[in-house]
């Protein structure tokens, strides 16, 4: 009975940590920002996802390298990224340029 109760008491939780996840992932900032993706829809990145970049890669003008992530989505047509791997590409860019920018995290 009581193996039951705490198993209960377990699932509950990932339950609610589960929910948590949905709604954090459940961003309903403006977007700020798109480029295209292999199927011909755009990956919107929103004011959420640029504050959170900002701090995460403070050498990094993140306005301006998404700029450019549209740019060059434009200009290669054969190498968009699929919706799935659009998030992974952009941290992949931003942690490239902060890279760059150096230890003293000045903007680039």
């Given amino acids: 009975m009581q193996l039951k109760r705490i198993a209960d008491v377990l699932e509950g939780e990932k339950a609610k940590r589960a929910k948590q996840a949905a709604l954090e992932l459940d961003d309903r900032t403006p977007e700020v920002e798109s480029f295209l993706l292999n199927d011909g829809t755009e ?8 504050s959170e970049f900002e701090s995460a890669y403070p050498g ?4 301006q390298t998404l700029k450019e992530i549209r740019a060059w989505s434009l200009a290669n047509k054969l190498q968009r ?12 860019w931003l942690a490239k340029e902060q890279n760059r920018a150096g230890l003293n995290g000045e903007r680039r």
């Avoid at 990224?81 to 992949?92: D, E, M, P, S, Y």
């Fill in 81 to 92: 990224k699929t919706r799935g791997g659009a998030l992974r590409f952009v941290n992949a």
């Fill in 43 to 50: 990956f919107g990145v929103t004011a959420r996802m640029v």
């Fill in 60 to 63: 990094v003008d993140v306005d």
